[in-house]
């Protein structure tokens, strides 16, 4: 059995000084992955453990006329009626992920920072282009969330830094699709989430991004930028070869099944002309 | 490390290490024996809590999570008006023939009595998805829960249809 050291920090600062003392340390919000994957009775954690979800700052949501921003260690019940969850699909989604008494324990953060692969919310934040600001010692820096994500399309880890907010531009967004792919979608399962975004303005479409994101996370800029300014409907021609660019740009990461998705980006790309 | 914590509406300060669970701490030291560790993944709801309020899984959550906060559990309620109406209830449904699940349905339903505005459904369903129990009409379980809240709260009702 592995006993851990246990700090309670009030501040970031205070956790900041903790970090940058201890070697080994875990930063704990919710800690509802711990007891859901470790099967022994006992828990076992690094020597040191930060408790992240009682500091006030990390819990605050503040909204600006352009953006909103979550505290890391706001629960997932309580982003439940603010933007993006007040669409009805991130709604539906932010349900999927677990029953009321883990969402009521689990926190953004941690959800974010999960490690070993990328969680039902990070495809829609990463379409949404959200950013995360993370502090250091003496420094604080703002990332898009793409930063988590290393070469080969896996989950990478964020070093030394705390993840302190989580920052979403305020977008008008006029179609959403969110699908779940695979037969799991829980940490150590084969599912992904396939989310993409669209905004239109008089027949022309202002943005389009799509995010695929499970085991690793996949997303095509070029193709995006293809389509963004085509007009509503889309022409053969360009909805072609958007399809193409996905293809090929898939088939290189030589990780995603090609004919499974491929039909659903061709969904996407129909229903964004109702 | 020694934690307080408030259950039940007590003070409560007990020893604690990082390796042991909520459920464990609140059963052996605290004497708690309304709840059950069946599954230790957050699956069954036999272990569920109210944590601040709102349910928590107790067999998934390290016991240092409970410090500085509010803990209830059945028996917190087992006196109380509202919980005779809610049994009753609920056994005229009989939605409480799964012995093991009895402690965790109606804290479920305890939960959704304490409401200031009558229960909606999809909080009502949502309460109910924390336990997986095979046996319980969601159903019954709402017309139960609904039943026992115009009950306990007959001026609300006056108000209500005004």
Known sequence: ?274 | MNIEFTLNGLQHKVTITSAERAIDVLAKQCGIKSLAADCLDGHCGKCLILLDGTPAYSCIMPAFLLRDRRVETIDYFLKSREYDLLITELHRYGTLSCSGYHSAIALMGMMLLQKKKAPQSDEIFDALENIHCNCLEPADFEAAVLNAYQKSKPTRKQYESE
């Open chain 1, 1 to 274: 059995m592995n006993l851990s050291e246990i700090n309670f920090p009030q501040t970031i600062p205070e956790l900041l000084t903790i970090i940058s003392r201890e070697n080994d340390i875990q930063l704990i919000g919710g800690a509802t992955t711990f007891g859901y994957l470790q099967a022994t009775r006992y828990l076992s954690f690094s020597n040191t453990i930060a408790i992240v979800s009682r500091i006030p700052e990390l819990h605050a949501i503040h909204k600006t006329e352009r953006m909103i921003s979550y505290g890391a260690a706001c629960t997932l019940s309580e982003l439940e009626h603010v933007y993006p969850f007040e669409y009805p699909q991130p709604a539906s989604l932010l349900r999927t992920i677990a029953t009321s008494a883990v969402r009521n324990v689990a926190t953004i953060g941690g959800h974010l920072m999960y490690d070993r692969s990328f969680l039902s919310l990070w495809p829609l934040l990463a379409c949404l282009d959200a950013e995360l600001e993370f502090r250091a010692a003496s420094q604080s820096h703002i990332k898009n969330i793409w930063y988590l994500v290393d070469e080969n399309g896996k989950h990478c880890a964020a070093g030394n830094e705390v993840l302190a907010r989580i920052r979403i531009p305020l977008l008008s967004i006029d179609h959403i699709y969110i699908k779940r792919i695979g037969s799991n979608i829980f940490p150590g399962g084969d599912g992904a989430h396939l989310v993409a975004l669209a905004s239109v303005d008089r027949r022309s479409i202002n943005f389009f991004r799509l995010v695929l994101a499970g085991t690793r996370a996949f997303r095509d800029f070029e193709a995006e930028q293809r389509i963004t300014s085509a007009s509503i409907p889309l022409s053969p021609k360009i909805a072609q070869n958007v399809l193409h660019m996905y293809s090929e740009s898939l088939r290189k990461t030589n990780f995603w099944n090609t004919d499974l998705i491929l039909p659903l980006i061709g969904q996407i790309l129909e229903d964004l002309q109702r």
